[in-house]
């Protein structure tokens, strides 16, 4: 299993803003001991299966199905709507995906990374949740389900970055 470890934000993150203006924000790495087109990350994190069952679910439950050829023409720039989420940035080597009810991002970015003197691709991911304002109290936050979810948010980020990095280390380049 490849080493998933946290790591801070990079400063020019598309997610940053999130970081920047309150979210809760949070960001995974691992490297990848080969050169990695970001289409090819992007395409492989979302056709993994454990993220295939998550696309499962957002078909059954809120009716948001989508196929591993839409994932490879999000890759590719080809859409900017992908099960329940939508294109919210671009920018080079990264993509920042918001759902479709506006409170979660996604961010998946590559970079190039030296590894025992190798060239390696740094892979990152990372989520935000937006604080929403509480119509009893007209306070903004994130929430008791999310705080009662967190722990189970970190293990789910980590599972998704490791098969698809799993899946890029397999794969020829």
């Not at 957002?58 to 196929?67: E, G």
Request: hydrophobic share 40%; charged share 20%.
């Amino acid at each position: 299993m490849p080493s998933i470890r946290p790591h801070p934000l990079p400063e020019h993150a598309l997610l940053r803003k999130y970081a920047n203006g309150g979210a809760y924000t949070d960001c995974y790495i691992t490297d990848i001991p080969k050169a990695i087109s970001h289409a090819a990350y992007v395409e492989a994190f979302y056709t993994t299966a454990v993220f295939k069952l998550e696309r499962l679910l957002l078909a059954w439950f809120v009716s948001r199905p989508s196929s591993d050829e839409q994932a490879r023409r999000l890759s590719a720039g080809e859409l900017n709507s992908f099960a329940a989420w939508d294109v919210e940035a671009r920018g080079v080597n990264q993509l920042l995906m918001c759902d479709f009810q506006g409170r979660t991002r996604s961010w998946l970015m590559v970079a190039p990374a030296q590894s025992a003197g190798l060239t390696s691709t740094r892979l990152y991911f990372g989520s935000a949740v937006v604080p929403s304002e509480n119509k009893s109290t007209r306070h903004a936050g994130l929430g008791i389900t999310f705080r009662a979810l967190l722990g189970f948010h970190k293990v789910y980020s980590r599972v998704l970055l490791s098969a698809a990095s799993s899946r890029l280390a397999r794969r020829d380049t």
